[in-house]
């Protein structure tokens, strides 16, 4: 199959951006023939490059007519659309703001898919959409890439907020840095250690990880205990227990989440359990990996 992927933009590493790297190469090495679109090209550009996927700034320019276009990004999505008059596609949606993320209707757009189920079902009620319309492919990790995993520690030494969104330097953050400062544990923040776009090589270090999305997974794919983080809030360790709701949610406090203070994570850190971090990292391992992904979208 002939496969056109687009995105707003192909230039710094981002979330949608790796999803285009990831399932364009997962797919490619399945068989497939896979291009890209975007009219910002930059380094993810380059990256596709060199994994021998062509990249192009005007769908006119693609190599091939594509049998199915994988739209992520409403103006690019259409652009290709209106660039392939006998194209069917489906549209990948990660979220709702900004604009740009807006989903479009469209007679050939044959599929939704949501990367968790309640973006899957907020496009059920806001396109007015069948059930057999939408389907949800959660958030995923490359265990390749991500081969580094730790025992977890007994007792937690070492933290890392992993997230570029949250800002340390806030009152929220002085909250954070004095619960963990309070139990003797050092929290670093991403641009704080090395290259943040390899967190393969560095996340293994550390014992407990704040973060969201697929960041989150990449750190519980790495043997650390993980607390969902967002810019104001975080919730409890994510465990066997309450792994699946916090999946729907792609691993993210909603917004109602409890305010983040310093006696809140405290709280959580006394229920840190090495055991219940091996647990999480083996069921990440095993049934929330790339190579599932690729395969459901293909099957789709």
């Not at 490059?49 to 199915?68: A, C, E, H, W, Y």
């Not at 330097?169 to 954070?176: D, S």
């Not at 967002?230 to 917004?255: E, H, K, W």
């Not at 091996?278 to 069921?283: K, P, S």
């Amino acid at each position: 199959m002939k496969i056109l992927f687009t995105n707003n933009t192909l230039a710094s590493p981002a979330g949608s951006e790796l999803v285009v790297v990831e399932l364009a190469d997962a797919l490619r090495r399945r068989g497939h023939l896979v291009a890209a679109y975007s009219t910002n090209l930059g380094e993810v550009a380059d990256r596709l490059r060199g994994l021998s996927i062509p990249v192009i700034s005007d769908p006119l320019n693609s190599p091939f007519v594509p049998d199915l276009i994988h739209g992520q990004h409403h103006l690019d999505a259409m652009a290709a659309l209106c660039a392939f008059p006998g194209s069917p596609a489906i549209y990948h949606c990660h979220g709702f703001v900004p604009w740009l993320e807006t989903s479009p209707r469209h007679p050939r757009i044959h599929r939704y898919v949501g990367m968790c189920e309640m973006i899957s079902e907020r496009l059920r009620i806001e396109l007015a959409l069948p059930e057999s319309s939408v389907t949800t492919i959660p958030n995923w990790v490359d265990i390749d890439r991500f081969y580094r995993v730790r025992q977890p520690s007994e007792q937690p030494s070492k933290a890392l907020i992993y997230s570029r969104s949250f800002d340390p330097v806030t009152w929220h953050g002085n909250q954070l840095y004095k619960a963990f400062a309070s139990l003797g544990i050092q929290l670093d923040h991403f641009s704080c250690v090395a290259e943040d776009r390899s967190p393969e090589l560095y996340l293994a270090e550390y014992d407990i990880v704040l973060s969201s999305g697929r960041s989150a997974l990449e750190a519980m794919a790495s043997g650390c205990a993980v607390i969902p983080l967002s810019a104001v809030s975080c919730l409890g360790f994510v465990t066997c227990n309450n792994f699946d709701s916090f999946r729907r949610q792609n691993f993210s406090p909603r917004l109602q989440s409890p305010q983040l203070c310093a006696e809140h994570v405290r709280q959580i850190l006394w229920t840190y359990s090495s055991d219940e971090a091996r647990l999480v990292t083996e069921r990440v391992r095993s049934e929330c990996t790339l190579a599932i992904a690729a395969a459901t979208l293909e099957d789709g």
